[in-house]
């Protein structure tokens, strides 16, 4: 009996799977069509301005080019000498650069050059300011001659107290 009756179980679960599997395929369409008609409309990501110094990078301009657009702005040059391999620097970028009163302050009083002294010409400014030590950060006129500077890493409170003093001279 158990072996007359185990085929006959199997073509009932047989039957009912297909049963089943339909119903499935069913439900996957009409779940589709309703997220397809619904009213709801994906909103667009919204796009998060940067946060932080709007540096001018060395390998995309010169210092000839920054000091013009300071001209033009009527601003000062700030720069900023680093290396990728100077952990005061990332400390900078990470915690100083980024800061709301930094950075606005920064980004509305002067034009900021970030100086890889590894690349482009970045060794060559090295030498020419005398950035042995790094960071080095500098606060340049129109022409180019420095009013301020900075050997190492430093707060944030410093940092906006220097700019201060160059802006005020």
């Known amino acids: 009996s158990i072996i007359v009756s185990c085929p006959k179980l199997i073509d009932l679960m047989k039957s009912n799977l ?33 946060v932080g110094v709007a540096f001018q990078l060395n390998h995309n301009y010169t210092l000839t080019e920054i000091l013009e657009k300071a001209e033009l ?60 030590e790094l960071p080095t950060l500098l606060f340049l006129d129109k022409n180019g001659r420095v009013i301020n500077r900075n050997a190492g890493g430093i707060s944030q409170t410093a940092l906006l107290n220097m700019a201060k003093i160059a802006k005020g001279s």
Not at 20 to 49: E, T
Not at 81 to 96: G, H, I, K, R, T
Not at 100 to 109: D, L, M
């Open 18 to 50: 297909y049963r089943y599997q339909n119903i499935a395929v069913i439900f996957c369409l009409l779940a589709l069509a309703l997220s397809c008609s619904s009213s709801k409309q994906i909103q667009p990501a919204k796009i998060v301005p940067p």
């Open 73 to 132: 702005e009527g601003k000062l040059v700030f720069v900023d000498f680093y290396a990728s391999w100077c952990l005061p620097c990332q400390m900078m970028d990470e915690e100083v650069f980024n800061q709301r009163e930094v950075f606005k302050y920064f980004n509305e009083n002067f034009i900021s050059y970030k100086v890889d002294v590894e690349k482009n010409n970045g060794a060559n400014l090295k030498l020419l300011f005398q950035a042995d």
